[in-house]
């Protein structure tokens, strides 16, 4: 008899609980804040062409930290160029271009084995081969009109690229 009376109790319990007004309230605040951080994100995330331009700056830093002979610089500038193909093929995925950027594998690669061999001469060819193919992704991708080259002068002229005494 007693079981009777608890389901119907239980119910009308578990009924007040959902439906208590500041309950939903509070559900209400977080969904508008869940869905503010949505759109906050959704206006942070870089876009491609800002990805793209940072892996031309630690391109442009991995040419003279190599040609330097800087192996730990290059490196690192390394690890950077992976971490943003990384980062722009989960922001990107649905772009055809991020799909095709495992093409620049096999250069970074060679440019790797390049540092860890301290071979400037190998540093100077597997680089070609990486500005080589950065231009043939551009090209399959229509991008033709950016073009990519060995620079000319470090892109930022507030860094050390050689090694110096004392560093």
Known sequence: ?????????????????????????????????????????????????????????????????GMNQNWKLASFEIGEINETIA????????????????????????????IESKDVEKFRTEYQNLTNTCNSCHTANHFEFNVIKIPSTPPVSDQEFSITAGH
């Open 87 to 114: 980062q722009a093929q989960q922001i990107e995925k649905d772009r055809p271009e991020t799909k095709d950027l495992v093409m620049l594998t096999v250069p970074l690669k060679g440019i790797n084995d390049a």
């Open 1 to 65: 008899m007693k079981n009777i009376y608890i389901l119907p109790l239980a119910f009308i319990f578990f009924q007040s609980c959902t439906n208590h007004p500041k309950a939903g309230d509070k559900r209400i605040a977080l969904e508008k804040k869940v869905d503010s951080l949505n759109l906050f994100i959704q206006k942070m995330k870089p876009g491609l062409g800002e990805l793209m331009t940072n892996i031309q700056l630690h391109h442009e830093k991995l040419y003279f930290a």
